[in-house]
């Protein structure tokens, strides 16, 4: 019985392996997160106590959102920090990165002075997850958003986005792949 659980699981694994893969390129689509050719919800969020930043701002430019779980976690702060060193990469393609997690301005602020981040780091904090929940990146169970990236072209409408995993963290790649894709006429 228990060998045969593990075979299911493992085919179940290796077949989720399989259609996630097209070409090389990542293409999991996930239905609870907004996928490509959808217009991205406009929002307004605190950066500082008296600043907010909205999507809006950046129009007629690429954007990257990286909705995370928490400030402080392993994983965030690998992530977010990998992000502030290939901001130049991010550059060359004109786009902007805004990092969105439920946490509160004031842990935003101590963590982005203290990991020197470059970019804006939002608070999705009141109501808790709103903007989360607009891209379907919030996981009501825990109330923190989930690990989804999305980017975004000039017009607003999402052209690549990706749910990763639990724990892990998803690197640069795919995002320095979409806007490579953007970059190209016609694309």
Not at 115 to 135: C, H, I, Q, T
Request: charge should be positive.
């Amino acid at each position: 019985m228990k060998t045969i659980s593990l075979q299911r699981n493992r085919r179940k694994r290796i077949s989720q392996t399989r259609a996630q893969r097209v070409g090389g390129k990542s293409a999991r689509r996930n239905p609870s997160i907004l996928n490509p050719g959808r217009k991205a919800p406009n929002f307004s969020l605190n950066s500082t106590p008296d600043q907010k930043v909205s999507l809006k701002d950046f129009r007629g430019q690429p954007v990257i959102l990286a909705f995370y779980p928490a400030d402080w976690s392993p994983v965030c702060t690998d992530q977010l920090s990998l992000y502030a060193m290939v901001m130049p990469e991010f550059k060359k393609f004109n786009a902007e990165l805004i990092a969105i997690s439920v946490d509160n301005i004031w842990s935003h602020l101590a963590f982005a002075k203290d990991r020197k981040l470059n970019f804006p780091v939002l608070a999705d904090f009141e109501p808790k997850g709103e903007v989360s929940r607009k891209y379907g990146a919030f996981k009501e169970k825990i109330g923190e958003s989930a690990r989804a990236l999305f980017v975004i072209d000039g017009e607003g409408i999402v052209r690549w986005s990706h749910l990763s995993p639990d724990g892990v963290n998803p690197g640069a790649e795919g995002i320095l792949t979409a806007l490579d894709q953007l970059a190209k006429p016609n694309a």
